[in-house]
């Protein structure tokens, strides 16, 4: 019975180990439904019970068939059930492995639809480009025509401003031409009304100089020193063309007494020099400020102190003939000519500047000094170079009212320093300081000389040329042509402009041009420079009135 037994659980073991062996194949080991170690635990299990059966053999041999038997319909029970369980299992795997496959298949297929949809998007994200870049080329194209019809449009215009420019130039070159033309015959006519004046003094003076020649006879020293203090009085007085007869007849003296190379007579010559630059004859002046250089160089007293000044006069001449150049024909020529005067006034100042400098101590100041640099100024002044003008204007200045100061006495000179401080901030367009210079200048040469002399009147010229360059200012401060918002109207040899008027600035402009006339026509008479510049400036203003 025993041997029985053994046998039944040999085979069992047997059993169990090939239906592990088959679900370890079918399910791929640790990977199937049973672990490895659970089978072994079962295993285990089953051999434990069979050595329990075994063991109550013994003491039930008459059970051991039942319970035998029992045993083995559980066994079969159980391997039943595991099959059903296999099944089951191999079923759901199965089932698993299906679902699996269908969404793999779904995976696929939602991939490929992805795919597909990219694709599409992706040729109409391209169609778009390429319908962009259509539109684009065609509206670069549209902006090309544009721009190549609105370049043709302009050039058509410049075109038609360059030929209506062409027209205006040529216009005006014509008028330019006029002009020119009238006043070079202007010009010509009064060079020889002046030619003729000049024919008719010069007879009057060879009467004049017999005449004198033979009161010089009779004449003596004392009356030369009175006839000199008689012109010197009347060039104060601004008395200019007396003040040269004057000096004519105290010459006339001189040479009887004193010969042809005296200092003496090289002073009086100079103060007939002085005379004519008064009445505007830069060339007559020249000259004659050159006798008097030669007769100081020549008269055997070695450099004479006076020659400095001497050479400051000559070159005022030059300084005088810049100013007077007539501004027609190529302004490359007239230009030539201003600059050509200025440079050779420049060079007479600084000989006179040098031979002043070396009879002065130190940094005293010195009033020949200070106008040798005054005149200096000038020259800068006319060149357009205001800054450095008022560089010279402020150092001559400083050194006049120093020396005034250790003098106690006044000088007009300070006054003409002021009123060229004046011109230079006018030609800075600086107005308002202009006008303050101008107004110092005024009351010191109006202290000195009184309201009707020449020097006065001149600053009231500059005056109201200062009154009509603030109406140029103002007028470019309103972004304004100035030919269209100012009261002032010059008449040149090349052209005639016109500048509308108003406010209290054309009242004083006219005011102060009124005085300047008045005493230009008085006191130099109607062929002066300064009373012909003046006459014009009338005509304008009362044309403007009468418009």
């Known amino acids: 019975?025993?041997?029985?037994?053994?046998?039944?659980?040999?085979?069992?073991?047997?059993?169990?180990?090939?239906?592990?062996?088959?679900?370890?194949?079918?399910?791929?080991?640790?990977?199937?439904?049973?672990?490895?170690?659970?089978?072994?635990?079962?295993?285990?299990?089953?051999?434990?019970?069979?050595?329990?059966?075994?063991?109550?053999?013994?003491?039930?041999?008459?059970?051991?068939?039942?319970?035998?038997?029992a045993q083995q319909q559980r066994m079969q029970e159980e391997m039943i059930r595991r099959k059903q369980e296999e099944a089951e299992l191999a079923r759901q795997e199965a089932m698993r492995r299906s679902q699996?496959?269908?969404?793999?298949?779904?995976?696929?297929?939602?991939?490929?639809?992805r795919q597909e949809a990219m694709r599409q998007e992706a040729m109409r994200q391209e169609a778009m480009r390429q319908e962009a870049m259509r539109q684009e080329a065609m509206r670069q194209e549209a902006?090309?025509?544009?721009?190549?019809?609105?370049?043709?449009?302009?050039?058509?215009?410049?075109e038609a401003e360059e030929e209506e420019m062409l027209m205006q130039q040529q216009a005006y070159a014509q008028q330019q031409a006029y002009a020119q033309q009238q006043?070079?015959?202007?010009?010509?006519?009064?060079?020889?009304?002046?030619?003729?004046?000049?024919?008719?003094?010069?007879?009057?003076?060879?009467?004049?100089?017999q005449a004198q020649n033979a009161a010089a006879v009779a004449g003596s020293m004392d009356d030369a020193t009175t006839l000199a203090e008689k012109g010197t009085l009347l060039m104060s007085k601004g008395h200019y063309k007396n003040a040269l007869v004057t000096y004519?007849?105290?010459?006339?003296?001189?040479?009887?007494?004193?010969?042809?190379?005296?200092?003496?007579?090289?002073?009086?010559?100079?103060?007939?020099?002085?005379?004519?630059?008064?009445?505007?004859?830069?060339?007559?002046a020249l000259e004659t400020f050159e006798k008097a250089a030669y007769i100081y160089e020549n008269s055997g007293q070695g450099v004479h102190p006076d020659l400095a000044l001497t050479l400051m006069h000559v070159g005022q001449a030059y300084e005088l003939e810049a100013e007077n150049v007539q501004r027609v024909g190529p302004k490359k020529e007239w230009l030539r000519q201003i600059e050509e005067y200025s440079n050779q006034a420049y060079d007479f100042y600084e000989k006179a500047l040098e031979m002043f400098q070396e009879r002065v101590e130190g940094n005293e100041p010195d009033l020949d000094v200070a106008n040798v640099v005054h005149a200096m100024g000038n020259v800068h002044n006319i060149r357009g170079e205001y800054m450095e003008?008022?560089?010279?204007y402020k150092y001559a200045l400083e050194h006049k009212e120093c020396h005034m100061k250790i003098l106690g006495e006044d000088d007009p000179s300070v006054g003409w320093t002021k009123n060229n401080i004046g011109n230079a901030f006018k030609g800075l367009y600086k107005v308002d300081e202009a006008l303050k210079w101008y107004n110092e200048a005024l009351?010191?040469?109006?202290?000195?000389?009184?309201?009707?002399h020449p020097e006065v009147a001149h600053v009231h010229w500059n005056i109201a040329l200062c009154y009509q360059t603030k109406g140029e200012v103002d007028a470019s401060k309103r972004k304004l042509g100035w030919h269209n918002s100012w009261p002032f109207k010059f008449f040149s040899a090349a052209t005639k402009k016109r500048i509308v008027h108003e406010g209290k600035d054309f009242e004083a402009m006219v005011k102060h041009l009124n005085h300047a006339f008045d005493v230009f026509v008085k006191r130099l008479g109607e062929d002066h420079v300064s009373t012909q510049r003046a006459t014009q400036a009338i005509m304008a203003v009362r044309e403007l009135v009468r418009d």
Do not use: W
């Open 1 to 69: 019975m025993g041997g029985r037994a053994a046998t039944a659980v040999a085979l069992l073991a047997i059993m169990l180990a090939m239906l592990a062996g088959e679900t370890y194949a079918q399910y791929g080991g640790r990977g199937g439904y049973y672990e490895d170690d659970d089978i072994t635990d079962r295993a285990v299990e089953y051999y434990m019970m069979q050595q329990q059966v075994e063991g109550e053999e013994g003491r039930t041999s008459e059970d051991s068939d039942g319970r035998m038997k």
């Open 100 to 113: 699996q496959e269908e969404m793999r298949q779904e995976m696929m297929r939602q991939e490929a639809m």
């Open 143 to 158: 902006m090309r025509q544009e721009a190549v019809r609105q370049e043709a449009m302009r050039q058509a215009m410049l």
């Open 183 to 209: 006043a070079y015959a202007q010009q010509q006519a009064q060079q020889q009304r002046a030619k003729n004046i000049h024919e008719q003094q010069f007879q009057q003076a060879q009467q004049k100089h």
């Open 248 to 284: 004519d007849k105290c010459l006339a003296i001189q040479l009887k007494h004193l010969g042809d190379l005296h200092p003496i007579v090289a002073h009086t010559v100079d103060l007939m020099g002085v005379a004519l630059l008064r009445v505007g004859a830069a060339e007559e």
């Open 389 to 392: 003008a008022l560089r010279k």
């Open 443 to 452: 009351s010191t040469v109006s202290k000195i000389f009184g309201p009707d």
